[in-house]
């Protein structure tokens, strides 16, 4: 399943998805140590898979939350993505 | 003299029973409930068919409201809670639902609702219930394949609508074909935000404007908002709409207007999708547990 949290308003839109097809075979799910604000979390999906979500408290301000990870020139490399080795988070802005 | 102002956003409060089952003879009742931010509906059913349903508002207490949902899709058919085999619960207030077996969330609900409601050539499922919306892709089988939700604000939901029914005096039943009723469809209002369309809807009532055509740019407002969440998960064929929003007739022909599809027609109530789902998750829980 794609996941995707987050919303859209005037600044943008600001997405995260996660294939959580990977997450249930991703045994020691890195990204939830890996970022800094904790937004990710593990939790059993209504398949029976452990995957691994966006917190509830976080979805509706990630412009903010990822804001110090995004330098605004260059390419930003991202802990989360670069802890997720198989490449399940995506991130729209 | 007391007035009592009327309630103009509620939907129609109800219970249905199907007269032609017994659930007497059925091998497996399961029962599914649907506690929402505004209405809760419980859906009970008999080896996977459709046997009673009710649908309310919520009260201010979610286990309150799961146990009259439920009451009162039983009332009359003899039924207990001990009858029913597995309970699912499922909406913002699942987790509070004391006599529910388990707790399922309502994206995947809602996708297993739409699949029994509309057949499985569904793939596309937009739920517009009362405080989000929410654009879901699922397979032949009713399994969510992917999400998005609009977490922002409760803008362009079932509540905004309410909240705009009650400021126009209309019921929210008419709202829908009220704002059909226009030669030229307007300007959509520029926010769906219920605060701000509600007083630009104030403003455009005292420029002149009739009601049928503030009720218009609203449903337009609000279409057009829920269109860009599908285009943002993508529009796989066919579409089915679930959750209240799903009866007004105003927003739903605009959906399909502004994408160029149309929507499935439903065979039941939409705002029961959730707690049917739920139903039916409770059944393949039954059979996967070997208890039946
Ligand atoms: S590291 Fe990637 S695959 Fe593993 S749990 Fe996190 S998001 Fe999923
Ligand atoms: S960009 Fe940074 S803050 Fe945002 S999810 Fe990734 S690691 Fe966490």
């Given amino acids: 399943m794609i996941a995707n949290y987050g919303y859209k308003d005037g600044a943008g839109e600001f997405f995260i998805s996660i294939d959580t097809e990977k997450c249930a075979s991703c045994v020691e799910k890195p990204c939830v140590k890996a970022c800094p604000e904790q937004i990710f979390y593990i939790y059993e999906d209504d398949y029976d898979d452990e995957v691994v979500g966006v ?39 | ?35 929402g931010s505004v209405s809760s509906q419980a859906v009970i059913m008999c080896d996977g068919e459709l046997y009673a349903y009710s ?18 899709a039983m009332e009359s058919t003899g039924l207990s809670l001990d009858d029913i085999h597995f309970k699912v619960g499922t909406g913002y207030g699942r987790v509070n639902i004391p006599f529910a077996d388990k707790a399922i969330t309502e994206i995947a609900c809602h996708a297993r609702g739409a699949n029994y409601m509309y057949g499985p050539t569904v793939r596309t499922i937009l739920d517009m219930g009362g405080q989000d919306c929410k654009a879901i892709h699922c397979d032949e089988k009713g399994k969510v394949t992917s999400f998005l939700m609009n977490d922002k604000c409760a803008a362009g939901t079932g509540r905004g609508m309410e909240v705009f029914a009650d400021l126009l005096n209309i019921s929210i039943e008419e709202v829908g074909d009220r704002s059909l009723q ?40 609000m279409a057009r908002r829920v269109v860009s969440l599908i285009e943002r998960n993508g529009m ?23 994408m160029g599809v149309k929507a499935l027609k439903p065979k039941h109530d939409t705002q029961i999708a959730g707690a049917l789902g739920a139903a039916l ?8 547990s070997g208890e039946k």
């Avoid at chain 1, 903010?64 to 729209?92: F, M, N, R, V, W």
């Avoid at chain 2, 066919?238 to 399909?256: P, Q, W």
Wanted: overall charge positive; glycine content about 4%.
């Fill in chain 2, 281 to 288: 998750f409770a059944k393949a829980l039954v059979e996967k």
């Fill in chain 2, 236 to 258: 796989e064929l066919d579409f089915a709409i679930t959750g209240g929003i799903a009866k007004n007739d105003g927003v739903v022909s605009r959906i399909e207007k502004e």
């Fill in chain 2, 55 to 72: 649908t309310m508002r919520t009260g201010s207490n979610s286990p309150n409201s799961a146990l009259n949902a439920i009451n009162w």
């Fill in chain 1, 55 to 93: 917190r509830d408290k976080s979805r509706n301000q990630l412009q903010y939350i990822c804001a110090p990870c995004k330098p605004s020139t260059g390419e930003p490399k991202l802990t989360c993505t670069e802890a997720c080795t198989s490449g399940a988070i995506k991130h729209s802005w």
């Fill in chain 2, 182 to 221: 226009v030669e030229k469809e307007p300007e959509p209002v520029s926010s769906t935000c219920v605060v701000f369309a509600k007083s630009e809807a104030i403003a455009l009532l005292r420029s002149g404007w009739s009601t049928e055509k503030v009720l218009a740019a609203y449903c337009l407002a």
């Fill in chain 2, 1 to 35: 003299m007391v007035f009592e102002k009327k309630e103009y956003w509620r939907w129609k409060e109800y219970n249905w029973k199907n007269p032609d089952t017994d659930w007497r003879k059925a091998n497996i009742i399961t029962a599914g409930v649907d506690v």
